[in-house]
T-cell receptor, first 111, second 114 residues
Framework: DGGITQSPKYLFRKEGQNVTLSCEQN?????MYWYRQDPGQGLRLIYY???????QKGDIAEGYSVSREKKESFPLTVTSAKKNPTAFYLC??????????FGPGTRLTVL | KQEVTQIPAALSVPEGENLVLNCSFT??????LQWFRQDPGKGLTSLLL?????REQTSGRLNASLDKSSGRSTLYIAASQPGDSATYLC?????????????FGTGTRLTIIP
């Protein structure tokens, strides 16, 4: 089946740790995105990539990093420098002018 | 900077009723307006996408309208069912490539009472 997957579903981070969230799609989409969702708030864009080996910062990129070495994969690293990273993280992908398709999300909790 | 607002934040209606969800945006220079559904703890599912040149889109019991001049969009749900209970988010797109500048509202949490 075609789709977009995220792993893990739940992730726990200790203070001082970097953690990486996985996002994979087999929809042959060029564009991929990472969003953060906090309770009672809309989605905020962290990073996006329109093509392999290229990505741009979104509205809240500080404390996060990404890579786009393959078309199918767009991992997000939450660095130890990120304050208050506890949130629900959503990955999405799209064709150039089509709607975005979202993964099931990863819930990150800082211990 | 675009701001998207959805009021009310929560809405409860009896099963079978028709209802309207509201979305307003401050910058009318949008490329399209989308409505998404989100179930608790899950990702978003696209419901309807309205291009800026269109006034409405329909899918089954759902109808979305767009009035750029007034900065408003509505999502009409006919004959509501308990399975419609979810959070509904609207999002505007500024550009015509990749939708990379989606600006989301905070959502309306809809509960359909059996």
């Amino acid at each position: 089946d075609g789709g977009i997957t995220q792993s893990p579903k739940y992730l726990f981070r200790k203070e001082g740790q970097n953690v990486t969230l996985s996002c994979e799609q087999n929809l042959n989409h060029d564009a991929m995105y990472w969003y953060r969702q906090d309770p009672g708030q809309g989605l905020r864009l962290i990073y996006y990539s329109q093509i392999v080996n290229d990505f741009q910062k979104g509205d809240i990129a500080e404390g996060y990093s990404v890579s786009r070495e393959k078309k199918e994969s767009f991992p997000l690293t939450v660095t130890s420098a990120k304050k208050n990273p506890t949130a629900f993280y959503l990955c999405a992908s799209s064709k150039a002018t089509d709607t975005q398709y979202f993964g099931p999300g990863t819930r990150l909790t800082v211990l | 900077k675009q701001e998207v607002t959805q009021i009310p934040a929560a809405l409860s209606v009896p099963e079978g009723e028709n209802l309207v969800l509201n979305c307003s945006f401050t910058d009318s220079a949008i490329y399209n307006l989308q409505w998404f559904r989100q179930d608790p703890g899950k990702g978003l599912t696209s419901l309807l996408l309205i291009q800026s040149s269109q006034r409405e889109q329909t899918s089954g019991r759902l109808n979305a309208s767009l009035d750029k001049s007034s900065g408003r969009s509505t999502l009409y749900i006919a004959a509501s069912q308990p399975g419609d209970s979810a959070t509904y988010l609207c999002a505007s797109s500024k550009t015509n490539f990749g939708n990379e500048k989606l600006t989301f509202g905070t959502g309306t949490r809809l509960t359909i009472i059996p």
